[in-house]
């Protein structure tokens, strides 16, 4: 049986290249067809995870390869903006860097039992399990993204081109890297094993 969960996960990270693959390509029709792609590709992140639940398709691999197609596609789009001068260099590689030291821990947490979300979270502090695992602060986040997302591709449209809507681009990736900031910190204070050594005492490195 085909998993139609990881086929969504995969195949929003393909459009995702044919959307950026366009923004190269100059023409106001084929900026708007990287927009609405784009817009889609946003979607597609909520409709793998709802045909996941819906269809009893939920599954450790579907959570895995549903978080990889999420940084695929976050860093693909930032690493394109960057080259296209739309937004400084220190955007994609601060989150570059925060999404592989995050990932890291969560991909260890995930082997001691933990979860990033849910009611098994390695969260700790009720400040903690509110930036990264709540509802409202991911659905925040994401929306914030998005919107960033869309804007940067909107505000050079020329429908969009004289009004105030690259600020409001501009203002919007602000917002969302002080929430990868906001939301990777805590990751990385209350991880329990982050700067502890997992050996016992007294052991030596093998050579």
Same mark, same amino acid.
């Given at each position: 049986?085909? #998993?139609?969960? #990881? ?8 459009? @995702?290249? %044919? @959307? %950026? ?9 084929? /900026? ?31 959570? %895995? ?26 955007? &994609?590689?601060?989150? +570059? ?7 890291? %821990? /969560? ?14 979270? $390695? $969260? ?8 990264? +695992?709540? #509802? ?9 993204? +998005?919107? @960033?997302? =869309? ?28 929430? =990868? ?10 991880? &329990? ?7 016992? @005492? ?6």
């Amino acid at each position: 049986m085909v #998993n139609i969960a #990881n086929v969504v996960t995969v195949g929003r990270v393909g459009l @995702a290249l %044919i @959307a %950026i693959y366009l923004l190269t390509v100059p023409g106001e029709t084929i /900026r708007w067809v990287a927009f609405w792609l784009t817009a889609f590709v946003i979607y597609a992140d909520a409709l793998d995870g709802y045909l996941a639940r819906k269809l009893n398709l939920s599954s450790k691999f579907g959570g %895995i390869l549903d978080i990889a197609g999420d940084r695929v596609v976050e860093m693909a789009y930032w690493i394109a903006f960057s080259t296209l001068q739309w937004i400084p260099l220190w955007v &994609p590689l601060l989150f +570059a860097v925060r999404g592989t030291f995050v990932d890291a %821990i /969560r991909s260890y947490a995930s082997e001691q039992g933990f979860t990033a979300f849910g009611t098994k979270t $390695m $969260m700790q502090s009720g400040l903690g399990k509110f930036l990264v +695992a709540s #509802n409202f602060s991911r659905f925040t986040y994401a929306i914030a993204k +998005a919107l @960033a997302f =869309c804007f940067l591709i909107g505000a050079r449209t020329e429908m969009f081109a004289k009004t105030p809507l690259l600020l409001v681009a501009d203002i919007m990736v602000y917002i969302t890297a002080v929430f =990868c900031v906001l939301r990777g910190l805590p990751v990385l204070l209350e991880s &329990p094993f982050l700067f502890q050594s997992d050996k016992p @005492a007294g052991s030596t490195k093998s050579l």
